[in-house]
């Protein structure tokens, strides 16, 4: 299975326009492109979901078993809220990696903690567009070839 679902959840939609002085000025289709130019080095292919509601993020995680090898997913502003979230990362055998443009952890005191990560197989903060390759790599040289032995 030579498939990764990137997911990102609410407002992302709006990268390159919102805060360009934490998120930069590259755009949802920037990141999406990158990544799936690295995909296509490396014999893989991605879709690509965006959401602003958290019940179709967790539909995706949910229906990702059997067709996804890995996730890349940046839950935003849910990050730091959704318990929901957690629970459907947890129900999934399916290595997901979290995501974030910005440092969280140099952010304000209720953005510094993330309820998801503990259920994510590794985070990747503060890396901005870099970020997203670094964490498609990692799933697909590190993670994904040993977590199905």
Same mark, same amino acid.
């Given at each position: 299975? &030579?498939?990764?679902?990137?997911?990102?959840?609410?407002?992302?939609? #709006?990268?390159?326009? !919102?805060? %360009? *002085? /934490?998120?930069?000025?590259?755009?949802?289709?920037?990141?999406?492109?990158?990544?799936?130019?690295?995909?296509?080095?490396?014999?893989?292919?991605?879709?690509?979901?965006?959401?602003?509601?958290?019940?179709?993020?967790?539909?995706?995680?949910?229906?990702?078993?059997?067709?996804?090898?890995?996730?890349?997913? &940046?839950?935003?502003?849910?990050?730091?809220?959704?318990?929901?979230? #957690?629970?459907?990362? !947890?129900? %999934? *055998? /399916?290595?997901?990696?979290?995501?974030?443009?910005?440092?969280?952890?140099?952010?304000?005191?209720?953005?510094?903690?993330?309820?998801?990560?503990?259920?994510?197989?590794?985070?990747?903060?503060?890396?901005?567009?870099?970020?997203?390759?670094?964490?498609?790599?990692?799933?697909?040289?590190?993670?994904?070839?040993?977590?199905?032995?």
């Amino acid at each position: 299975m &030579n498939r990764i679902l990137l997911l990102n959840g609410p407002n992302l939609n #709006l990268l390159g326009k !919102r805060e %360009v *002085d /934490v998120y930069g000025q590259f755009t949802l289709n920037d990141i999406e492109t990158e990544v799936n130019k690295v995909a296509k080095e490396k014999g893989f292919e991605v879709d690509c979901v965006q959401s602003n509601h958290e019940g179709v993020l967790i539909d995706e995680i949910q229906v990702a078993v059997g067709k996804y090898a890995g996730i890349i997913f &940046n839950p935003a502003a849910y990050t730091h809220t959704s318990v929901a979230l #957690l629970d459907a990362i !947890r129900s %999934v *055998d /399916v290595p997901i990696i979290e995501v974030h443009i910005s440092n969280i952890h140099k952010r304000e005191t209720f953005r510094q903690k993330s309820i998801t990560a503990s259920a994510c197989v590794g985070q990747i903060v503060g890396l901005g567009l870099a970020g997203y390759r670094l964490a498609f790599l990692a799933l697909v040289e590190e993670i994904i070839p040993y977590h199905n032995h």
